[in-house]
């Protein structure tokens, strides 16, 4: 038999180490994350390392003739139609389960933060009149956190994340999850109350079909005129056209968003939210970097790159 062939979109030359886990039971070729590239070449692989800017789709996996698995080191899957996955018998490797592992991994709530502290005080056109000698400092009145109330979609790993640092901050910590979870100084309440009493509402949920869009007008419609918006998330999770409509409008007073949907798309710099935020000073936009700090990358692609190599010992060298 010959050896397994994987198709890497993932830079793995930060650790060495993890790719030669790899190496030693597979042979490796690594590709730049561009889709024509994975389409074109994916049809002798059996192994996919999969990148989030790259999109695993129908067309894709009609190519991919002899993929038996994706490995993935990240925690979402919207990037990946594993619904054809599941059709094709193929195999998908990812992080949301991992807690153990994510416990360590900080990065994306801090980003959070950071958007959080970007839109309130406004410092993104802040430092772009700054650094043309504009120094325009009445222009820039934000607004204190102290005493102000966070509201938290989501009490998992980040949403507990974020909870602290709110408290940290002197503010008011509302939550709302499915199920109760004992986090000290928060309460937790139901959607439509923490959608009328937060100033800053935080988005930690998974992008699943039934919440596609979960954040939609007539939730909108129930929040605090103003309210600061922020989602590290999936842009799917958010009606991104009625957020633009308030926005425009005033009723949401800013917004942080690390995603949106579509990012992948060639044609982003037409993107609606991102055309807006380039004239509008109540929008920040990060291009998906909420985990992109050297501890959680190297961290993410050392463990995937190892559990891909023991999912490939135990199904080819077992037999």
Partial sequence: MSCWKVFCNVDLSLKKDALKELEKVADVTYFPAKQGTLLDNIANFDAYFASGFVVMNKEVFDNAKNLKVIASP???????????????????????????LLQGFTATAELAWALLLSCVRKLPAAFDCAKHGNWARERF????????????I?????????????????????????EEKAISDV?????????????????????????????????????KPGVVIINTSRGAIIDEKALL????SGRVGGAGLDVIHGEWDENIYDHPLIKY???????????????????????????????????????????
């Fill in 141 to 152: 009145k934000g607004y204190q956190l102290y005493g102000k109330t966070l509201g938290i």
């Fill in 187 to 223: 309460t937790q309440v139901d959607l439509a109350e923490l959608l009328q009493r937060s100033d800053v509402i935080t988005i930690h949920i998974h992008l699943t079909e039934k919440n596609r869009g979960y954040m939609s007008a007539e939730l909108i419609d129930q929040m």
């Fill in 74 to 100: 990240g925690t979402g899957t919207d990037h990946i139609n594993v619904n054809e996955a599941k059709k094709r018998g193929v195999d998908v490797l990812h992080l949301a389960n991992e807690l153990e």
């Fill in 277 to 319: 935020a380039r004239t509008h000073d109540n929008l920040v936009i990060t291009p998906h970097i909420a985990g992109a700090t050297i501890e959680s990358i190297v961290g993410a692609r050392i463990f995937m790159a190892k559990k891909l190599a023991d999912y490939i010992s135990e199904k080819y060298y077992s037999n």
């Fill in 245 to 248: 409509k308030n926005l425009k």
């Fill in 154 to 178: 989501g009490l998992g790993r980040l949403g507990t994340m974020m909870s602290r640092y709110g408290n940290g901050f002197g503010m008011n910590v509302l939550g709302c999850d499915h």
